[in-house]
């Protein structure tokens, strides 16, 4: 059995386990503690509620990881790259356009942004060190976050495609009452879903994915065979500039476009060292552990420690793993042979 | 109106019609400081195996990474001299457009896409082919058919294999481009003399039927010059010898520092380069 699927059929297997693992822990704490309260049925309501959230922290990693992989910059700009295109969306629409059409107008301009990235930033500066180009993508961020704002004014702006935020409950015959969740967050999650599923056909079966993850291997190796090393840049900016564009509607619907879009690339910071930089997989394992873990710590631990879990919870489980496991869960494995 | 002009099957007297690759005096530096090719020129004919042989650091590598362009992505840059493929300049060509005329690199140390399968890291070879999914096919077959040893590994991470397949997938992996020349470093770095052979063996038959062209960079002198027809010796940055095979087997020098055979008593390694120089300069 290949060494992939064995540690994938292991995970599958522990998680569930873990879980409800959880679950009895915090069964026992609420028997002995009153401040806690505890049925099967709500864990579960949060656990889905965490895990949903955590599918739009996986998005705004996958950009990161896209970009990590293929170019081994960390591209700081990845969240005002979320910000920039939420924000264009939203200025297409109000200039009348049907939310699909500037949607495809949208990733144009992302397409068009990454080309102007690779020509005026990425180019002139290839193989200097690695620092110089991180710090070359804070500009990038700088300049996003002002330039978006010059050009769609700065407040704070509504997105509406018309995902149904309705409130639903399912699963009624097994919890007593059911389980409630949002509409949204299962659009979200499945829309979220369908674009991990694209991306990693297209990486698998395509010429052009193909080419990608032999330049995430070996640049110089990439190079000699002929393949084009500045166009598999612009493709991967423009992918990850509308794998941001994805995120920001999300994002966008759910708490409004504004500036603070641009910061939730900081929360996919923890995703990233937990998931490891430069795995596919991990950007969406990681999403979701941390959306579900910071959403059960802080509804089930919260009230035993004051509340504000959710704030610093991503983080230190990111110093945890740094401390045992640097490489995160999924990092690149390093062939060894013996 | 010539005679010469046009003759369909290339006969071995084609073979010598011209050279494929001219090296013209180029000379190499990295950083904007460190000057490592002192003027370097070599041709390699139409379907002929050249061999450039020399120490540690002599500027093989360089030399090779200076025609395949792949110069640039180490901020070496070729300084002087011109470099002609067919007769038309190449010097400024990407990578990309060189590998699309016909050269390609075989990178010291393999360089295989390592998270990439055996026949994955054959399809990235045919990277800038337009002829089609079924052409492509049928080279990877005939790169299996060179190497069974890779299709029985068709499957597996080239991560995985040894370094033997990897030397393999790296010279298919080349061939999947359809070159009409090789640029080979170090193909016998640490493989077994039994392995050597083979891939030496492989490298003529390609030379012989699909008419590759090869210009390999070797420090296994006594095998480089059994196989190829033509040698340069580079010291320093610069060609001090060159002719054809066995003419170079069979001098003196050659034989004492490169092939580990000594008539007389062993002299000081500096008293020769001293000697061998002079030579040069008279
Ligand atoms: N990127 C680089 N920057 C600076 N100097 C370099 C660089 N690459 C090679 N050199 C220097 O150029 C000289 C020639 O190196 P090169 O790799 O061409 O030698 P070589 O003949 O291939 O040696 P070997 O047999 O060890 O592979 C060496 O002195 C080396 O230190
Ligand atoms: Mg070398």
Not at chain 1, 162 to 174: A, H, M, T, V
Not at chain 1, 239 to 244: D, F, K, R, Y
Not at chain 2, 73 to 100: H, M, Q, Y
Request: proline share 3%; with cysteine; net charge neutral.
């Amino acid at each position: 059995m290949n060494p992939t699927t064995l540690r994938f059929g292991i995970w599958m297997l522990a998680t569930p386990l873990l879980i409800a693992t959880i679950g009895l822990g915090f069964q026992g704490l609420a028997a002995v503690n009153s401040a806690m309260f505890f049925t099967w049925g709500y864990f579960v309501e949060v656990l889905i509620a965490g895990l949903l959230q955590g599918v739009l922290y996986s998005l705004v990693a996958l950009g990161f990881v896209l970009i990590f992989k293929a170019s081994g910059v960390f591209n700081f700009a990845q969240g005002s790259m979320v910000l920039f295109a939420a924000l264009t969306l939203v200025g297409f629409i109000e200039m009348g356009l049907h939310w699909t059409l500037a949607f495809v107008v949208t990733a144009g301009v992302m397409v068009l942004l990454a080309m102007v990235i690779e020509k005026v930033v990425l180019r002139p500066l290839v193989n200097q060190p690695h620092i110089i180009l991180f710090m070359a993508t804070i500009g990038i961020f700088y300049f996003l976050d002002g330039f978006g704002q010059t050009l769609w004014g700065s407040d704070v702006k509504l997105l509406d495609i018309g995902i149904p935020k309705d409130p639903r409950f399912i699963l009624e015959g097994i919890f007593e009452g059911g389980i409630l969740v949002n509409s949204f967050d299962l659009v979200a999650a499945l829309v979220g879903a369908a674009l991990v599923a694209v991306l990693a056909l297209f990486f698998q079966y395509t010429r052009v994915g193909r080419a990608l993850r032999a330049v995430a291997d070996d640049h110089q190796a990439a190079l000699s065979v002929g393949i084009p090393l500045k166009t598999i840049w612009v493709i991967v900016w423009s992918v990850a500039g509308i794998v941001a564009l994805v995120a920001g509607i999300m994002w966008g619907s759910k708490a409004g476009v504004q500036f603070s879009l641009a910061l939730i690339a900081f929360k996919a910071l923890p995703v990233l060292i937990l998931g490891g930089f430069t795995s596919i997989p991990g950007a969406i394992v990681g999403g979701l552990i941390i959306g579900a873990g910071e959403q059960v710590a802080e509804v089930f631990v919260g009230p035993l420690v004051g509340g504000a879990i959710q704030d610093w919870f991503a983080y230190m489980l990111a110093l945890v793993f740094l401390l045992f496991r640097p490489q995160g869960l999924f990092g690149e494995r390093i062939i060894e042979r013996i | 109106m010539s005679h010469t002009a046009t003759s369909p099957s290339p006969s071995p007297q084609a073979v010598a019609a011209g050279p494929i690759l001219v090296v013209n005096n180029i000379e190499v530096i990295y950083d904007h400081v460190i000057l490592v090719l002192k003027g370097v020129s070599l041709e390699v004919p139409k379907g002929g195996i050249v061999a450039l042989l020399g120490a540690n650091g002599a500027g093989k590598t360089t030399t090779l990474k200076a025609i395949s362009n792949l110069l640039h992505a180490e901020r070496g840059e070729v300084t002087k001299g011109s470099i002609e493929l067919e007769g038309a300049r190449v010097d400024a060509l990407t990578p990309n457009d060189l590998v699309k005329a016909g050269v390609v690199q075989v990178m010291e140390g393999r360089h295989c896409f390592e998270h990439l399968t055996i026949e994955e890291n054959l399809l990235t070879g045919a990277y800038t082919r337009k002829d089609g999914r079924a052409a492509v096919q049928d080279d990877i077959e005939l790169v299996y058919n060179y190497f069974p040893r890779l299709k029985a590994r068709r499957g597996s991470m080239a991560g995985y294999t040894s370094g033997g397949e990897q030397q393999m997938c790296a010279i298919g992996r080349a061939l999947m481009s359809r070159p009409k020349m090789i640029l080979l470093d170090e193909p016998s770095m640490g493989l077994a003399p039994q392995l050597v052979e083979t891939i030496f063996e492989t490298v003529k038959r390609l030379n012989e039927e699909e008419g590759v062209s090869f210009l390999l960079a070797e420090q296994n002198t006594n095998v480089a010059l059994r196989y190829a027809r033509y040698g340069y010796i580079l010291e320093n940055g610069r060609v001090v010898l060159d002719g054809d095979a066995d003419k170079l087997r069979e001098n003196e020098d050659v034989k004492e520092f490169y092939l580990g055979l000594s008539a007389g008593g062993r002299r000081s390694y500096r008293d020769v380069k001293h000697y061998k120089r002079r030579k040069r300069w008279l």
